[in-house]
């Protein structure tokens, strides 16, 4: 997965544990795309201050999944969710109960995992 979007799952999924100044600075630099100089500014701390949050905040981030498995069970169920719907365009073209049977088992799987 992209890094830039392995970075937003993640900070959708726990950003809101970590602290204000933290998600502001991880913002900025993840997805406002900011210099850390100019975070560094904007913050009234060091370059190299910025950088230290900014990893600090990836490590947290990636511990949080590493222990819940968000992102991972979300992306998961996304790619059954697709499968559902191309099974469904599908059944719409011919017909087939085989491929009922196909949703409904990826279905139940979701469903199981729920």
């Given at each position: ?17 970590l602290?204000e100044?933290?998600r502001?600075?991880?913002e ?8 850390l ?17 900014v ?15 968000l ?6 169920t ?8 191309a ?18 088992q990826?279905?139940n799987a979701?469903l199981?995992?729920?």
């Open positions: 997965m992209d890094q830039k979007l392995e970075q937003a799952y993640l900070y959708d999924f726990y950003g809101e544990l602290k100044r933290q502001r600075i991880y900025d630099f993840v997805f406002n795309d900011l210099s100089g100019e975070i560094a500014q904007e913050e009234g701390i060091s370059r190299q201050g910025v950088h230290d949050t990893k600090r905040c990836t490590k947290a981030l990636e511990s949080y999944e590493k222990r819940l498995h992102v991972q069970k979300f992306l998961r996304k790619e059954r969710v697709e499968q559902i719907h099974l469904a365009s599908e059944f719409r073209t011919n017909q087939d109960m085989a491929v009922l049977d196909q949703m409904e990826i279905s979701i199981e995992e729920l």
